[in-house]
Structures are given as structure tokens and as C-alpha cells.
Nanobody, 123 residues
Framework: QVQLVESGGRLVQAGGSLRLSCAAS????????MGWFRQAPGKEREFVAA????????SYADSVKGRFTISRDNAKKLVYLQMNSLKPEDTAVYLC????????????????WGQGTQVTVSS
């Protein structure tokens, strides 16, 4: 029943910044965690960042630590991904995910997924 919609993806040059947004269709959704994943052409989907809703604790993939920041708007059930110092290898479709149950937040076991937004980093 929960639908997720991502926005903000576009073409950007290396070293630039973007902010992605993810909106949930139900404001009353009892979220355990929301996260971001990405998938490049011919590659497996990989974990990027996650936020545990109860306390705002965040997790990041090693490849994006220090460059990306996940944050939330608690009232609106929005989650953001601020991406700085972008590299060509960051090029991918970025997908938002959410879960109402306990999971390992970097595992890909989320219940709900958005359709993705394309981020392209040129060099």
C-alpha cells in the first residue's frame, strides 16, 4: 500500500552536488527504516545509506562516507540524500526503500521500493 517516489536526479559534472528526495504516500506509515540504494547498468543493486526512524541513526556504505548524507523530515515522512563531491562511478539509478519491520538496514530486505531516479555524473 505504501508508495515511494524519488525525485532530484539529473546530469551533473564530477565534483558537483545533488540532493535526492523520497516521499511516502502514507504519512501514518510506521517506518522502521528508510534507505537509498543504487544500481548502475550491468551491476548489482548496492546499498548507499539508511536511516532508522525511531532515533535517526544513520548508516552508510564505505564508498560514500564523508560525501553523502541521509536525513529526514519526520512529520512528512520524507527522506533526503545529499550527495557531494560526486564521481563518475556514482552514476546509477538511485532507489528509495522503506520497511515497517526490523531488518538489517543495508541488506536489501526492505518491503517497499520506489521506481528510481537517474543520476549521471560526467567527467
Amino acid at each position: 500500500q505504501v508508495q515511494l517516489v524519488e525525485s532530484g536526479g539529473r546530469l551533473v559534472q564530477a565534483g558537483g552536488s545533488l540532493r535526492l528526495s523520497c516521499a511516502a504516500s502514507r504519512r501514518t506509515f510506521s517506518s522502521y527504516a528508510m534507505g537509498w540504494f543504487r544500481q548502475a547498468p550491468g551491476k548489482e543493486r548496492e546499498f548507499v545509506a539508511a536511516l532508522r526512524w525511531s532515533d535517526g541513526i544513520t548508516s552508510y556504505a564505505d564508498s560514500v562516507k564523508g560525501r553523502f548524507t541521509i536525513s529526514r523530515d519526520n512529520a512528512k515522512k520524507l527522506v533526503y540524500l545529499q550527495m557531494n563531491s560526486l564521481k563518475p562511478e556514482d552514476t546509477a539509478v538511485y532507489l528509495c526503500a522503506a520497511t515497517s519491520r526490523w531488518i538489517v538496514v543495508n541488506s536489501g530486505e526492505y518491503e517497499f521500493w520506489g521506481q528510481g531516479t537517474q543520476v549521471t555524473v560526467s567527467s
